[in-house]
């Protein structure tokens, strides 16, 4: 038939043929396919470096089965493999994230994908954000570091020509630092870790101005910094390491000891924030200053000390951890105030997995009055320190201070936290007969209570440790976030003095820190020792 006669086809015949198909398709033996029908139920376990995957057939028997795996939802770029049973299980699987989904195939064809899984293999905490990026400018060269991530296998350095953009440039690192020439611009930058399992948060974000003359800043930084404390850093160098307070202010914060540009500090801060394994924790920016201005009450910047814990982190006395914890400590050992002051700043941020309870507080700790470390008074006072003329000769130098701080709503206590930070190597002891004179530990009237054997041309302030218990929650009810003044009284939202409280709705007395009730942690001594040769000033 030609195809002039196919196009003249009569109606009739058409019809005929129309039903002539469709009389085949009613037998059995002709025409009888079907696409099977995609597995379902698919399900994965995981173990070690072990992947077991099963699932339900679609139906029908005889079948094989293509399992696909891809490095994105939908792909399988990874491979696909066969398998006549409805389950697989895959042994040595590297670190990495992977998404899989299974197909039937038969004779009549294969079917569509079944749920899709989102499988993790070595995949422990998530990514924190890496703490401090910094970034010099000098013309057209720029320098940028920052403090590396726990579990990082690289870098992803994201540069916008907006906050938040990263539509300049997105670069894979493998290490902490990248130094490059740029065209003239305005960049914001940010960094994050990247792993097998996928990419953590942004840092905080930077902006550099290459060729472009630099505004005033918008916001002020808070307090003032003895300019005996900058080592061998510049005073612009120090004010690199602020964070925004979202009042307003910009406030200083945690910077290591010796900077990414290589000057060195005369004064440091304990553990890096960033080491502390939970992501709501350690993205919380740390504040110098933020609690004591509002009560108007200024505190040295190199006072502060961070002490950081990890569930499984194990003391120095065999205390094994069972808590996220970040207590930041107004406890600054080398001025004469602290032994008058009856008020320093305490944040205490807190996480119990093993309960699923949460605080976090931002609060004065009242240490109230202070005694010396024999004195055999009771009760204690609660500053126990060095005194000069002390009844006794002390074998070891201490220093503590124990307070609480209660958070309260509505006339009644929701949450108590509980503090107590000590030094075993302060720089200054008190003269109860001067109290604001400074009496360093190297003086000869302090030999006849202690001697001191470590040089003071190094290093001192940096044997500390942190004391605390998870905490007393009375919060069933009530809700989980409070607004306090400075002292954890009530204010409202609005008030220039509120501080942001947040407590689990829980009543949970004593819930354990750890296999004996007690956080115990010293302060991490490398960040300290850097036998710099400075003295610390702290």
């Known amino acids: 038939m030609s195809a002039t006669q196919r196009r003249l086809l009569p109606p009739v015949g058409l019809m005929a043929l129309l039903g002539l198909l469709a009389a085949l398709a009613g037998d059995p033996r002709i025409f009888a396919f079907a696409v099977p029908a995609p597995p379902t139920g698919l399900a994965a376990t995981v173990s070690g470096s072990t992947v077991a995957l099963t699932w339900q057939p679609g139906g029908g028997s005889g079948h094989t089965y293509w399992l696909e795996a891809g490095s994105a939802p939908g792909q399988r770029d990874l491979g696909a493999w066969p398998t006549i049973t409805p389950s697989l299980t895959a042994t040595g699987v590297p670190a990495g994230r992977y998404w899989v989904r299974v197909r039937t195939s038969g004779a009549d064809g294969v079917s569509g994908p079944s749920n899709e899984l989102d499988v993790r293999v070595g995949c422990g905490a998530a990514l924190v954000a890496p703490a401090t990026l910094a970034g010099d400018v000098l013309g057209s060269a720029v320098t940028l570091s920052w403090t590396p991530v726990t579990g990082a296998s690289a870098y992803l350095l994201e540069a916008g020509s907006m906050p938040g953009a990263s539509n300049l440039a997105r670069i894979p690192l493998a290490t902490t630092s990248l130094g490059a020439n740029v065209p003239a611009g305005v960049y914001y930058v940010r960094v994050r870790a990247l792993s097998p399992c996928g990419l953590g948060d942004a840092s905080p974000e930077v902006v550099l101005r290459v060729g472009v003359t630099v505004p005033p800043p918008t916001t002020p930084i808070y307090g003032t910094v003895d300019a005996s404390t900058l080592g061998t850093c510049t005073a612009a160098a120090h004010d690199r390491w602020v964070v925004d307070g979202g009042d307003g202010m910009r406030y200083r914060t945690w910077h290591p000891q010796v900077d990414p540009s290589g000057c060195i500090f005369a004064h440091e801060h304990g553990d890096d924030p960033a080491a502390i394994g939970h992501a709501a924790i350690s993205a919380s920016p740390v504040r110098f200053g933020y609690i004591g201005r509002r009560m108007d009450h200024e505190e040295a910047h190199e006072g502060f000390k961070v002490f950081i814990a990890n569930p499984g982190d194990v003391n120095d006395e065999g205390r094994v951890n069972r808590v996220y914890s970040r207590s930041v400590f107004h406890m600054g050992t080398g001025g004469a105030k602290r032994f008058a002051m009856p008020h320093h700043s305490a944040e205490i941020r807190l996480i119990h997995p093993e309960f699923g309870l949460a605080a976090f507080t931002q609060l004065m700790m009242d240490t109230g009055g202070t005694g010396a470390v024999c004195d055999p008074r009771s009760p204690a006072p609660v500053k126990d320190v060095i005194q ?141 020792q850097q036998r710099t040769r400075l003295g610390l000033k702290n």
């Not at 720089?427 to 001697?451: C, F, G, Q």
């Open 388 to 528: 000069l003329g002390s009844p006794c000769r002390l074998g070891s130098a201490y220093e503590i201070w124990s307070t609480t701080q209660s958070v309260r709503f509505q006339g009644r206590v929701v949450y108590t936290a509980f503090a107590t930070p000590a030094v075993f190597d302060p720089i200054t002891v008190l003269n109860p007969a001067n109290p604001s004179e400074v009496v360093y530990a190297w003086d000869a009237r302090v030999a006849a209570i202690k001697v001191f054997t470590d040089d003071w041309t190094s290093f001192r302030g940096c044997d500390r440790e942190s004391y605390a218990q998870p905490g007393y929650w009375y919060n069933r009810q009530g809700p989980t976030t409070f607004y306090t003044d400075a002292m954890g009284v009530e204010v409202a939202s609005t008030d220039p003095r509120a501080l942001v409280q947040r407590i689990s709705a829980s009543d949970s007395v004593g819930a354990p820190a750890t296999n004996d009730g007690l956080v115990q942690f010293k302060m991490r001594r490398s960040y300290c």
